[in-house]
Every structure is written in C-alpha cells, then in structure tokens.
C-alpha cells in the first residue's frame, strides 16, 4: 500500500514525538548543536567543530540507540532548524561548549 504524500509526511510526523521522548535528552542537546554547527553561520574554529564531533560520538554511543533511530533524531533535528532557521540557530549555538563540556 502506498500513500499519498501528504499522508506520509503526516504520519512521519505522528512519529517524531515517540522518537523524541526515546532520545535522551544529552543527544537531543548534542544533535541540536552539532545541525547548528552545519546550518548556523557560527564561524566555528576547526578545533572546536572537531570536539564538537567527537562529544556527538560519544553521546550517540552513549544513547544505546540503534542507527536508524540516531538517523531519525538527526533529520529531526535537521527539520528543526529548517523550520526556524533564525531561532534553531539562536537557541542551539548555545548548546556547542555544553556539549563539547558534557554537560
């Protein structure tokens, strides 16, 4: 069966809540900082994008979640900051030290 598009982005939609609240919340605070780090002009250091990375690892490893599911948090994520570009930026940019801090 097959559905129309408007059907499935629907229900892809239904979706993402049930994935949110299995995403711990250190890797929604990770993903939103590292889409920012792609989306955001921040200017970000080369050093401080590298640990930025290695922090998403390591939470990502950390959240037990199979591939799929960090892949739907990731485009989650990403259809977030699409949204509202202006305030995914404003608010995630902010989460880049805590992360890198693991806090």
Not at 76 to 102: H, M
């Given at each position: 069966m097959r559905l129309a598009p408007a059907a499935a982005i629907a229900l892809s939609i239904l979706a993402l809540p049930a994935l949110a609240q299995r995403a711990p919340a250190d890797l929604v605070?990770?993903?939103k900082a590292g889409v920012a780090a792609v989306k955001c002009d921040l200017g970000l250091a080369?050093?401080?994008s590298s640990q930025l990375g290695d922090a998403v690892q390591r939470i990502e490893q950390?959240?037990?979640l199979a591939q799929g599911d960090l892949d739907a948090q990731w485009s989650e994520t990403e259809a977030a900051a699409d949204a509202?570009?202006?305030g995914f930026c404003a608010d995630a940019s902010a989460l880049i030290d805590k992360v890198i801090a693991g806090k």
């Amino acid at each position: 069966m097959r559905l129309a598009p408007a059907a499935a982005i629907a229900l892809s939609i239904l979706a993402l809540p049930a994935l949110a609240q299995r995403a711990p919340a250190d890797l929604v605070a990770a993903y939103k900082a590292g889409v920012a780090a792609v989306k955001c002009d921040l200017g970000l250091a080369s050093d401080k994008s590298s640990q930025l990375g290695d922090a998403v690892q390591r939470i990502e490893q950390k959240s037990g979640l199979a591939q799929g599911d960090l892949d739907a948090q990731w485009s989650e994520t990403e259809a977030a900051a699409d949204a509202d570009n202006a305030g995914f930026c404003a608010d995630a940019s902010a989460l880049i030290d805590k992360v890198i801090a693991g806090k």
